[in-house]
């Protein structure tokens, strides 16, 4: 028995915090007592400090991060006790054992692992089960492999209706395994193919189970309301639960569409449409750099890619169409190469850091053409942040009562984002304590028992009698990000101590390296 003595209880549910003494038997919360009054068990002095349900990561990529490293440190020093893996619809089942495609296809978010592919949900749970979780983990079925494997490798294009039959019947094998619902990433190949029939056939399977659709949606730039209106109308028709994924909108001149794009998904929701949109706390995101190109170039494999990447002619044709950016998200033309940032480029690490305008002016280049260099010399990952969005716009997305906390977090190397590291308690300390959007009780909602309750999660996402023992113990006057661009994983101060089904997994400074996570079935 553990007992969280004189606890100040911020408990999930956005009510008022209280003082009280919160006892722990076994997995689960067993009481919670007025301060002071428990003397059972092993008693942590909790004297100013802030005890709160471990927060619920909706969007997450560690399908490979989590066999790599089993203790799951990033998530658990960030106060995350829970994910949702599969997101974007990049994942590693079903396909075959080792295959050198979905190998390419996943490392810029995913990162690597030997002989990567699994042929179905439950022998990937198989390897999972054998390493442990420090987290609790449940899965979407990725719309990437569902296509691969269906098409026999050749994705990239249209898919038959006999191809279409045999995504909906793998989909349901995963539904039927576990997976809590389907994932897309429609900015990305080979999804960016797929037509209104093959998302129609594969929601209505989704529906049937009652599981949950999250989507990268096509555009989230200039035509975003276009984007939002073409998944709220399948949602509309099939009866899916909607989970737009990563809600924003890209480019400085795009920022006054966001009160449209939160009035479309309003007024949905009064249609009877179950849409909800999940967020990361940073004006700047991160993803591949190939993934600026244009998407007739998206589908090519690596080899053939940088053929077309060393033609003259073709950068011509590329260049004009990354200029236009005409029906896709072209990030080079939204955001511009000054905030467009080398994050990671293994084959050119001294460009690590700086942006594309930074290189190009090191090369003595045009900007596009020291981006298309780089990426014809790139043998490994290549990954990139870009400044997408306004603080305004991230407030006021944050600040609406749909949104749910994600990361978006990616662990392809061995630098990222610091939203991999630090968004949990970045999102507190940058809109509680710096520049207060909500109050402290109404944003740990939002990171808890939001999430748990979009998942279906009974016993998860609140401090209350009965529920399972994920927790986090923090000090409100030292919270401090200390992260910067050359150090992302930099400690959280603050941070005193985080259980996963009452097991300890972090305590004052110290990873016990415990996996005492759960997978969390459909």
Not at 130 to 155: D, I, P, V
Not at 210 to 226: A, K, N, P, T, W
Not at 365 to 392: I, N, R, W
Not at 434 to 448: C, D, F
Request: glycine letters at 8%.
């Amino acid at each position: 028995m553990m007992v969280f003595s004189n606890a100040t209880v911020v408990d999930g549910s956005a009510s008022s915090p209280f003082k009280a003494d919160v006892v722990i038997e076994g997995t689960r919360i067993v009481s919670i007592l007025p301060p002071q009054s428990s003397d059972d068990g092993a008693s942590i002095d909790c004297t100013n400090l802030v005890l709160c349900p471990g927060f619920v990561d909706i969007h997450g990529h560690s399908d490979l991060e989590v066999l790599r490293n089993p203790s799951m440190r990033k998530k658990i020093g960030q106060g995350i006790t829970t994910e949702v893996a599969g997101n974007c619809g990049i994942g590693v089942f079903p396909a075959e054992i080792g295959d050198s495609l979905l190998a390419e296809l996943t490392s810029d978010v995913l990162g690597r692992y030997p002989r990567v592919g699994w042929p179905s949900f439950s022998s990937y749970l198989t390897k999972l089960k054998e390493k442990g979780s420090g987290t609790n983990t449940a899965f979407l079925q990725a719309h990437s492999t569902l296509r691969s494997h269906a098409m026999e490798g050749k994705a990239n294009r249209t898919a038959t209706e006999e191809e279409i039959r045999r995504m909906c019947l793998y989909l349901q094998q995963s539904l039927e395994e576990g997976c809590i619902g389907l994932s897309s990433g429609l900015y990305y190949a080979p999804c960016i193919f797929a037509d209104h029939k093959e998302l129609l056939a594969l929601l209505s399977v989704v529906a049937s189970f009652d599981r949950l659709f999250s989507v990268h949606m096509r555009c989230e730039g200039s035509d975003i309301l276009d984007s939002i209106q073409e998944v709220l109308d399948l949602a509309r028709l099939s009866g899916v639960k909607l989970q737009i994924s990563h809600l924003k909108v890209i480019g400085k001149k795009n920022q006054r569409l966001v009160p449209s794009m939160l009035a479309l998904i309003e007024q949905a929701r009064v249609e009877g449409v179950d849409v909800q949109f999940d967020q990361y706390p940073y004006e700047y995101g991160s993803t591949s750099l190939f993934s600026l190109l244009p998407p007739p170039y998206l589908k090519l494999g690596r080899s053939e890619l940088k053929s077309a990447l060393g033609s003259e002619s073709e950068r011509r044709i590329i260049k004009a169409m990354m200029e236009e950016g005409k029906g896709w998200d072209s990030i080079a033309s939204l955001c511009g190469w000054d905030d467009i940032k080398v994050l990671v480029l293994h084959s050119n690490p001294q460009y690590e850091g700086l942006s594309m305008n930074e290189v190009a002016q090191l090369r003595n280049q045009d900007p596009y053409e020291a981006f298309f260099d780089v990426l014809v010399q790139e043998e490994g990952s290549a990954l990139m942040t870009d400044v997408t969005q306004s603080q305004d716009s991230i407030k006021r997305i944050l600040s609406h009562p749909l949104m749910c906390f994600g990361t978006d977090a990616l662990y392809a190397g061995q630098k990222a984002h610091p939203r991999s590291y630090q968004a949990a308690l970045h999102l507190l300390e940058r809109y509680w304590k710096q520049e207060p959007v909500l109050s402290l009780e109404q944003l740990i909602a939002k990171m808890t028992s939001c999430g748990a309750k979009r998942l279906g999660l009974a016993d998860r996402g609140l401090v209350s009698k009965g529920y399972k023992a994920d927790l986090v113990l923090f000090d409100p006057v030292e919270l401090a990000d200390r992260s910067d661009d050359g150090h992302p994983d930099a400690p959280f101060n603050g941070l005193r101590l985080v259980m996963v089904n009452g097991t300890v997994a972090f305590q004052n400074g110290r990873y016990t390296d415990s996996t005492s996570g759960s997978i969390l079935l459909g």
